[in-house]
């Protein structure tokens, strides 16, 4: 956005410990030149990549089930069922997500394909996902996955048909938005219904 549209007054930290939680002021010049004085909150938690692993010869995708405590008690029993993902911690998308893969599903992928990228709560949340396809074998299994424990990670490898795959998600066994969007991308380009 041009800068002659926000003038930004204060920025307060309000939290700096998981990660960055800020409160800023601003005035934003709306569409009719009038000035708006508004306060917003985000969340800086650094960006992050998902994958979805797919075999299209078996028509299956790999994905994982782990504990996530925001949906703890807020309608659902926290283990939520994903593609496997991470933050990218000073690492490129690219290179983030192969080791990523690795750890959380014991698969070794060589190539990855970007196929798009996407702010995921762009009110509140500075976060931007990479969002990558890779074929992987069977035999590309290198390891158990699960994560790594030190940091909390208990995680389980699913194997899936794509068509188990999509009616989880219409019955709202698959509730993950990233993994949603990377199950559609799949259904449309890489494992299209016969």
């Known amino acids: 956005m041009?800068?002659?549209?926000?003038r930004i007054h204060k920025v307060e930290t309000l939290s700096d410990d998981w990660f960055l939680l800020q409160k800023t002021t601003f005035d934003y010049r709306r569409n009719d030149g009038t000035w708006q004085r508004q306060t917003r909150e985000t969340y800086d938690r650094g960006h992050g990549a998902t994958?979805?692993?797919?075999?299209?010869e078996r028509r299956t995708v790999v994905l994982v089930r782990q504990?996530?405590?925001p949906t703890y008690?807020?309608?659902h029993d926290g283990f939520l069922i994903e593609a496997a993902a991470g933050l990218l911690d000073r690492a490129s998308p690219e290179e983030r997500i192969k080791a990523e893969v690795e750890e959380e599903t014991g698969y070794r992928v060589g190539e990855v394909r970007k196929v798009f990228e996407a702010f995921m709560s762009p009110g509140?949340?500075?976060?931007?996902?990479?969002?990558f396809v890779a074929e992987y074998e069977p035999a590309s299994r290198i390891g158990s996955g699960g994560g790594i424990e030190e940091e909390g990670e208990d995680?389980?490898?699913l194997e899936l048909t794509?068509?188990?795959?999509m009616q989880m998600m219409a019955?709202?066994?698959i509730a993950d938005g990233k993994t949603i969007m990377l199950l559609q991308y799949a259904a449309l380009h890489l494992l299209p219904a016969s």
């Not at 041009?2 to 926000?6: A, G, M, S, V």
């Not at 509140?124 to 969002?131: G, K, Q």
């Not at 794509?162 to 795959?165: I, K, L």
């Open 162 to 165: 794509m068509e188990q795959a």
């Open 2 to 6: 041009p800068e002659d549209r926000i």
């Open 51 to 56: 994958i979805l692993l797919y075999n299209r």
């Open 67 to 69: 504990f996530r405590f």
């Open 124 to 131: 509140s949340v500075t976060e931007r996902l990479y969002f």
């Open 155 to 157: 995680i389980e490898v």
């Open 171 to 173: 019955d709202g066994r």
């Open 73 to 75: 008690g807020n309608g």
